[in-house]
């Protein structure tokens, strides 16, 4: 691509795009720049145009979608309006949201070796690309693997690698690691971030999780709305939380704490984290010998729910004896496994791509079969069942929304269920259904035409609808802003549903489940509340999970707590007691002197 001499690789000025057949704008007015070899996290709510504007930097809008376009977008020099995507996608590698969107070759090395390939590289060194990328992405024994044989996690991972192995000048990546376990998270990023430091590779990154990716992140850049409303380092990002809260975007744990102990700083890290507590001396205070309540009996204020009694009846309606499933008779996925499932339990199965988390779910709906061992739910062996005869009774969210989708509107998505199993109330369930998930005022959309946050929450509506008394959610969380993940997990808690979920966040799994399940090689490795399964690090590791954040703050001060809120809690009481003991040392100090 054509040398740009200032060293600006995007620039993007008074960007205004509406798609077609819509009325408003989705862009209106973007304003960005964006210099050569820096790496920026663009966060915002939920269908704020954030893969919309990823969509502009290679062409993709306006040259294959049409649409209303006006404005002026810089890559590397070259305006993208006189430019073609062919010469704009060898200097933009896009990393899609969806894997399935990106991957069209049936192996994993014919889809890394298609970019290369195209760059007209010789043979011996596309074999050589295809090699270092998959190692860049923990995926190197997979390279003769179909890719229909993939997970989510692995999926993305491969999506990236295919960008790596063309190493473009600008990285934009729309939730590239939202199905990643938090190992392989980690692990990609920091390969991203060395290729970004080293050859001065420019990162656009979307994400909701900035939580977690801000360490990483020279700038952070809000969208709302179709605008760029915030735009500072990553660094000073957090000084001032209001934005992110009045947004409903997460912030980094350590961030929350320290603002909450009036501590005016934003640790990106908990070394950090650790760093200032320790200068305020939150070490020495938790020292002093206290009473605290265990948390485990202190139900009725968790913010978690590990601690609260929704599992504490004996209605099994899932039970699976010594289970082994797969998809090949020669190569088990799921290997013994051995499980009870309690009506009104919430359980979280966590642990590494591949572990075997959504074959877990599809033998709980029935359509995949044990070859050996039994599943039953609601008493009976899902193999003399097929899984239309768990209609009404068993919803399944796929970790692909897309898979869904398949109305002209989302009401009509809603409506589908109910009007197939000739419920009554069909308007009342798609309305309501649609409200609980905040998506009422799309109901006329067209669900393609929806953000990925919108489609998921769409198909969660459209099993809500039908009322199953078993949800089985697989990744609900991913690609979701925090108020909108908050208000679905409320719902399912409200509600007492009974819900099997598989998500990759260790927060929200110890937020809203009442029990873990971790994964590893297709066996369960863990099985219980929360707050005994996040201190097991090594089984944690195993699984590729790592504690959240608080919890490792909350164990180098020596205590046990499990959110922000419970060690706010413990620390600001600490602070007063010890204030109080000190006033006791005094007053007892002053009577003696009296005394005297
Ligand atoms: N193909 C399309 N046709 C019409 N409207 C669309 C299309 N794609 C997206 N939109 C609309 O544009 C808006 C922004 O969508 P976009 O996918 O850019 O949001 P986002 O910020 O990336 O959301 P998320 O965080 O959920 O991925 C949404 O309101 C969506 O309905
Ligand atoms: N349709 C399929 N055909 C053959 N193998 C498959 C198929 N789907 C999944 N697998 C394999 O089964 C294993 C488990 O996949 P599964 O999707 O259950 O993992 P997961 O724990 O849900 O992963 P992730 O966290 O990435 O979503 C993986 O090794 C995967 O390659």
């Known amino acids: 691509m054509k040398q740009n001499k200032d060293g600006t690789m995007i620039e993007i000025k008074d960007l205004w795009y509406t798609y077609p057949g819509r009325t ?27 893969s919309t504007l990823l969509k502009t930097l290679n062409g993709i809008i306006p040259h294959e979608s049409g649409g209303i376009f006006s404005g002026s977008i810089r890559i590397n020099g070259i305006e993208t309006r006189d430019s073609n995507q062919m010469e704009l996608s060898r200097g933009v590698g896009l990393v899609f949201q969806n894997p399935d969107d990106q991957i069209f070759s049936t192996t994993v090395e014919d889809e890394i070796a298609f970019g290369p390939e195209n760059l007209c590289m010789k043979r011996e060194d596309i074999d050589k690309k295809v090699e270092e990328a998959l190692q860049m992405v923990g995926m190197s024994g997979h390279r003769l693997d179909s890719t229909n044989s993939l997970s989510g996690g692995q999926k993305q ?138 948390p485990e009996e202190d139900t009725g204020k968790q913010t978690g729910s590990s601690g609260n009694n929704d599992s504490v009846n004996n209605n099994s309606i899932i039970s699976i004896r010594d289970m082994w499933s797969g998809y090949e008779k020669n190569r088990m996925v799921l290997k013994g496994i051995n499980l009870e499932i309690r009506k009104s339990e919430r359980v979280a199965v966590m642990g590494t791509n591949g572990s075997g988390k959504s074959t877990l779910l599809l033998n709980l709906a029935a359509m995949l079969k044990p070859y050996k061992g039994s599943v039953k739910v609601f008493g009976e062996d899902t193999r003399s069942r097929n899984p239309y005869s768990f209609a009404g009774r068993v919803g399944f969210v796929f970790q692909n929304p897309d898979l869904m989708l398949f109305c002209d509107s989302a009401e009509e998505e809603a409506r ?19 409200e609980a998930m905040s998506i009422l005022n799309l109901k006329q959309d067209l669900p ?39 208000q679905m997990m409320d719902y399912f808690k409200n509600k007492r549903s009974t819900l099997v979920f598989c998500t990759h966040d260790i927060e929200i799994a110890m937020l809203y489940a009442t029990r873990i399940l971790v994964m590893n090689e297709g066996q369960i490795i863990a099985d219980g509340k929360g707050r005994e399964v996040i201190k097991d690090i090594e089984t944690l590791r195993k699984a590729s999970l790592t504690q959240p954040p608080v919890v490792e703050i909350a164990n180098s001060l020596g205590v046990d707590a499990f959110s922000v809120t419970e060690l706010v809690e413990m620390l600001t009481r600490r602070s007063s007691e010890v204030m109080k003991c000190e006033v006791i040392k005094c007053e007892v100090i002053k009577c003696e002197v009296i005394k005297c």
């Open 24 to 50: 408003d704008p989705t862009l209106k007015g973007v304003n960005l720049k964006i210099e050569e070899g820096e790496f920026v996290l663009l966060t915002g709510p939920t269908g704020c145009g954030k």
């Open 157 to 294: 991972r491969i999506c990236i690698a295919s960008m790596l192995a063309m190493m473009p000048e600008i990285l934009a990546m729309d939730e590239p690691v939202s199905q990643m376990d938090p190992m392989g998270t980690r692990d990609v990023l920091n390969t991203v971030r060395e290729l970004n430091r080293k050859l001065k590779i420019t990162i656009l990154l979307v994400e909701h999780r900035l939580h977690e990716l801000a360490p990483f992140a020279d700038r952070v850049v809000i969208m709302d709305d179709g605008k760029i409303i915030f735009d500072q380092p990553a660094s000073k990002a957090f000084d001032n939380l209001e934005i992110f809260h009045r947004l409903g975007l997460r912030v980094p744990e350590p961030v929350e704490l320290c603002h909450r102990l009036g501590i005016r700083a934003s640790p990106l890290s908990i070394r950090e984290a650790l760093a200032l507590l320790n200068r305020k001396n939150f070490k020495e205070k938790m020292k002093t010998p206290q009473f605290f309540p265990n």
């Open 416 to 434: 589908f269920g109910p009007v197939q199993l000739k419920y009554k109330n069909i308007e009342e369930r798609a309305r309501t259904s649609l």
């Open 448 to 486: 393609q035409s929806l953000s990925r946050g919108q489609r998921l929450r769409t198909a969660v509506a459209s099993v809500l609808s039908i009322n199953p008394e078993i949800i089985l959610l697989d990744e609900p969380t991913t690609g979701q802003d925090r108020v909108n993940i908050e």
